[in-house]
């Protein structure tokens, strides 16, 4: 069992960063493969980013490749997402998930285990 925690959302304007992390309680978190989708109102959750469980493969959404970066402390048992040159696109709730397993996975069925979400706003 996986517990995760989202912190660091807000109201940025447009161009600016953020980095949102996702702390996970439970043992053997270095063994869950994490991933970060996000969801705008009205629209399906998508996926965003996955890594695996050593941090040494990364997978992104078109969209955010080459602004958003995945990373992983594994003796913090936290993950990472660190988002720049934001646009008012990403707006949305960020959600963590993992899943036990060591590759990197990028659809909601793939995840057993899910934060609350924390919002992010781009202003324009």
């Known amino acids: 069992q996986v517990q995760l925690v989202e912190s660091g959302g807000g109201l940025v304007q447009a161009g600016g960063s953020l980095r949102l992390a996702c702390a996970a309680s439970?043992?053997?978190?270095?063994?869950?493969?994490m991933g970060w989708f996000r969801q705008a109102p009205g629209k399906e959750r998508q996926f965003v980013a996955a890594?695996?469980?050593?941090?040494?493969?990364?997978y992104y959404t078109d969209s955010v490749k080459g602004r958003f970066t995945i990373s992983r402390v594994n003796t913090k048992k936290t993950v990472y997402l660190q988002m720049n040159s934001l646009k008012p696109e990403d707006t949305a709730v960020y959600y963590c998930?993992?899943?036990?397993?060591?590759?990197?996975?990028?659809?909601?069925?793939?995840?057993?285990?899910w934060g609350q979400g924390t919002q992010v706003t781009v202003s324009s």
């Open positions: 439970g043992r053997a978190f270095s063994n869950y493969a």
């Open positions: 998930a993992a899943r036990g397993g060591g590759s990197y996975y990028y659809t909601v069925e793939d995840y057993d285990y």
């Open positions: 890594i695996n469980w050593s941090g040494g493969t990364t």
